[in-house]
């Protein structure tokens, strides 16, 4: 993308944020995706449950693309900007948009999180008999090479990889039945696109703002319009579980 670095930093400084969708990085941003495709492994559980659970489920616009849904649906968003988002786009579908998990037990047949928290104890609370687990998360190396180009400490305190996953879902009760992790590159075409990044995702760098950050920022910036972009390594895990009948 050509423009000026305060024209193209401002402009991705001044994106409202709400939910949890990147269309604004089309073209500024290629890559990052694993090799499954999630919502294709979601859809045939989703079809088959008479009940369901997702998990952080931003603005609700994964589960709004997996519909029709079970008549007893609850998304779960603690985030208070996103609440209201889940819930305008969730109600047509008869979704309960709730900020906390369940209290219950033995309630759904699937449970979803992409993305989100992987409570393995309260999963498996929650699922029945039989019932499946399907998340797909971000490892702790995602994105650190930006981290470090910027100087930040990286993204992570502790290490979370698919094998830490595998441990607290079987520690649960939860029988393992798929197991993928992949690091995918990521690209960034702009200095726009990394500062819309860092403000969606705010725990990459836990101190950024463009101003903070306006020297790494206008050398990131060099370095792209230089070399055509800014490749970073992605980190994605998939695990499948279920709790054993």
Known sequence: MEGLFEDLAGAAAGVPLTGWEFAWLDGRAIGAEPSWSFPDLARPLVRRARSLLDLDT?????????????????????????????????????????????????EFDVALSRHGRLPAADLARLLLPGGILLSQQV??????????????????????????????????????????EERPTLTFRDIGAVVYQLRSVPWQVHDFTPQRYDRQLRRLDALIRTYGGLTVTAHRFLVRAERPG
């Not at 693309?65 to 900007?81: C, F």
């Not at 470090?148 to 939860?174: K, N, S």
């Open 58 to 106: 931003g603005g609700g616009e994964l589960l709004a693309d997996l519909a029709p849904l079970p008549a007893h649906t609850v998304a779960v968003e603690g985030w208070p900007p996103n609440v209201p988002v889940a819930r305008d786009r969730l109600t047509p579908f008869g979704v309960s948009v709730v900020t906390e998990l369940p209290g219950g037990e033995e």
């Open 139 to 180: 490892g702790s190396d995602d994105l650190a090479e930006l981290n470090a180009e910027l100087g930040a400490p990286p993204p992570h305190a502790q290490r979370w990889a698919a094998d830490d996953a595998v441990a607290a879902l079987t520690a649960a009760g939860l029988e393992i039945t798929d197991v993928r």
